[in-house]
């Protein structure tokens, strides 16, 4: 007999990167991977399929799969797929909503329920094991599950708060991949300093400012253009960032202020694309 379950989860967006300091802080996007799990009885493998993406790596969704089924004493073998809305190796954490999402997945597939924070954890578990992160990405875990603001400890896997907030947000995606795999940490830790101050930003709810600080600082460190960032605020936003380790960059606020930002950016003109969306409050299903 064959099991089918389903799942989905968001994609985020930085308002600290934790790879500095272990802390960190990210929002819920809008934009969201679908997850399909189809599971029979057996040792056979599991074999993952990305929609579009014929030659990206599987190893993650698959290891999500196992890590859940192994939990449970199960074996099975099958198939994982994902679709997904979120521009991969971009800095939008498309690999913290494919854990998620496969996850979920998962247990819907074996009737069986976990503790919505272990769940994240498991996917952080994957991400490690899959060799896709540097602190686990506990926040981005945490911020594509939950939805709204999170803050984190990525050392510990501390969920300090998660805040709903209602703010649009405009996203732009240049052409070049980043994975954060690949990124310097030796020189994001040198910023450290200037990080901390971010975080006391953070902690006093002023997430927008954080988040420009953050990006001017990881921009400096992992060596991306902050031209986007200045166009963003000669139009009169508040908060913009590069997301995690790049390239792409978020920006947050006003409906009307997005407009004149995603004209700006437009006529910046390096190719890419522009993506109008929301913070998500409601997170994975
Ligand atoms: N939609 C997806 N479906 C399946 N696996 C994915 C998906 N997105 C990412 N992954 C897996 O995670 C790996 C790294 O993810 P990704 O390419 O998104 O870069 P990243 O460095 O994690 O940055 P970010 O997730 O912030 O964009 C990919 O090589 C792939 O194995
Ligand atoms: O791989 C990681 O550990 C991380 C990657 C980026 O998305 C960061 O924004 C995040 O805070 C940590």
Redesign the pocket.
């Known amino acids: 007999m064959t099991v089918t379950g389903y799942g989905q989860a968001l994609g985020a967006g930085t308002i600290l990167n934790a790879i500095s300091t272990w802390k960190g802080a990210a929002f819920g996007l809008d934009l969201k991977?679908f997850a399909r799990v189809e599971l029979s009885q057996g040792d056979g493998p599991i074999e993952?399929s990305?929609e579009e993406n014929e030659d990206?790596?599987?190893?993650?969704?698959e290891n999500a799969v196992g890590i859940t089924l192994d939990l449970f004493n199960l074996k099975m073998q099958g198939t994982v797929h994902?679709r997904?809305e979120?521009p991969?190796?971009?800095?939008?954490?498309?690999?913290?909503?494919?854990a998620n999402a496969v996850i979920i997945a998962t247990l819907d597939a074996i009737k069986e329920s976990m503790e919505p924070l272990d769940m994240v954890k498991l996917g952080v578990e994957a991400a490690k094991k899959?060799g896709?992160?540097i602190t686990g990405a506990f926040d981005?875990a945490c911020a594509s599950f939950f939805g709204g603001v999170v803050v984190t400890d990525n050392r510990e896997d501390i969920l300090f708060k998660r805040i709903k907030k209602d703010s649009e947000v405009l996203v732009f995606v240049p052409p070049q991949k980043?994975?954060?795999?690949d990124t310097d940490v030796a020189r994001s830790k040198l910023i450290g300093p200037w990080i901390d101050m971010a975080y006391d930003l953070v902690i006093h709810r002023e997430f927008e400012k954080a988040m420009t600080l953050n990006g001017f600082l990881y921009c400096g460190a992992l060596g991306f253009d902050t031209e986007p960032m200045m166009i963003a605020l000669e139009s009169g936003i508040e908060g913009v960032t590069l997301s995690?380790?790049g390239p792409a960059y978020v920006a947050m606020g006003d409906s009307s202020v997005l407009d004149k930002v995603a004209k700006a950016w437009e006529k910046g003109g390096t190719g890419g694309k522009l993506i109008r969306t929301k913070i998500n409050n409601e997170g994975a299903i």
């Open positions: 991977t993952g990305i990206m790596d599987t190893t993650l969704i994902t997904s979120i991969h190796a971009s800095g939008l954490k498309s690999s913290s909503a494919a899959s896709v992160t981005d980043a994975y954060s795999s995690g380790t």
